[in-house]
């Protein structure tokens, strides 16, 4: 695929040039930008890295919501109709996917193409799987610098959706603005199985498939879940009321308008109590913190240090040299 050659900053003079494009709303500009940020080769790292430096002063903000959800729950038909009600109010949305899944075993679970087939079809939507990165800290780069491109490409609203399995929402958590669970409605001991980190992160929790036979359990579990959330968790950057419970049905289309409201209302109110800037710079210093450690550890695959530190491993091994001696003779090839 032609159009999916992440060396195009080359070709089109510089990653300006690409930046421009994507600033203008070019759609291929950005897929291709997002496909060199998922690279890992060192001159699109390079290439990515004055790219994302063009696309600073472009200086535009987007909601970006985290959403997590066990398979089955309904994220993919929530993304879908969500998605399409704000494009019908006139915004822009992109998806980006995180699966954990798909860098462990090569199979992906959010990766089926058929997926919100409707929303992609939009022009106002842009939608991205997960990559096929092999480790999670790759995965997370990744997605940061996508939302980034999304963000600079003008779009209004980046949902990064993720499976609800642990490590991932955490990771997510710190690249979004609101974290939004979706559950299913259930009895009572329901509770217990979604992993209380993933509770603690959320500030809306949208119990789906409150329709039909389900309508009278989602009303339970929302009230389950009300209350559970009141003892979990008071934290300054939450409104009085927050975080919250509520029913949706994205089947119906039920509740999706209130949900939107409430998300605008959250978010209002950090921006204008000085979370929202404080998050982000908080988000930003951590980010930085990760970039260096992945770049250290894309130095330490460097063939010859590889081979240097086989060396040293064996010498460690056999009891030649310390190992503390041989990690300083690391570091300092290194230059650290
Ligand atoms: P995902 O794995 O979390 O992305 O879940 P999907 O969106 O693929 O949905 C899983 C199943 O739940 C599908 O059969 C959907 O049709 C169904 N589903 C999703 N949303 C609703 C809803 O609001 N109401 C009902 N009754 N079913 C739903």
């Known amino acids: 695929m032609a159009n999916d050659d992440p060396s195009m900053t080359r070709n089109s003079g510089g990653a300006q040039a690409l930046a421009a494009r994507i600033v203008a709303g070019d759609r291929r500009a950005l897929a291709r930008a997002v496909t060199l940020v998922e690279s890992t080769r060192p001159d699109h790292r390079s290439e990515a890295a004055a790219l994302m430096e063009a696309l600073r002063g472009a200086d535009r903000e987007a909601l970006r919501i985290g959403l997590s959800g066990t398979p089955g729950v309904g994220k993919s038909s929530f993304i879908e109709t969500f998605g399409l009600m704000l494009i019908g109010q006139g915004l822009r949305v992109a998806v980006l996917a995180v699966d954990p899944s798909s860098a462990r075993s090569g199979g992906s679970i959010l990766g089926d193409k058929t997926r919100m087939e409707r929303l992609s079809r939009e022009r106002n939507a842009f939608i991205r799987p997960s990559p096929s990165a092999t480790h999670l800290g790759g995965v997370a780069r990744r997605t940061r610098e996508a939302v980034a491109l999304c963000e600079a490409a003008g779009f209004d609203v980046v949902l990064i959706e993720t499976v609800g399995v642990g490590q991932s929402e955490t990771m997510v958590a710190q690249m979004c603005d609101l974290f939004v669970l979706l559950l299913a409605p259930a009895g009572g001991d329901e509770l217990q199985g979604v992993k209380r980190g993933i509770m603690e992160m959320a500030d809306l929790i949208l119990v789906n498939k409150a329709d039909g036979d389900l309508a009278s359990a989602a009303s339970r579990t929302v009230a389950d879940y009300s ?110």
């Open 227 to 336: 209350g559970a959330l009141r003892l979990l968790r008071k934290r300054p950057q939450d409104p009085e009321g927050f975080p919250k419970a509520m029913a949706v049905s994205a089947l119906e289309e039920k509740g999706l308008d209130t949900a939107w409201n409430e998300m605008t209302a959250l978010a209002g109110w950090r921006r204008d109590n000085g979370w929202w800037a404080r998050t982000r710079a908080g988000q930003a210093a951590h980010w930085f913190g990760e970039a260096v450690r992945e770049g250290l550890l894309a130095r330490l695959r460097d063939p010859a240090l590889a081979d240097e530190m086989a060396r040293l491993r064996e010498a460690v091994a056999a009891g030649e040299i310390s190992v503390e001696m041989a990690a300083e003779h690391v570091l300092k090839r290194l230059g650290v």
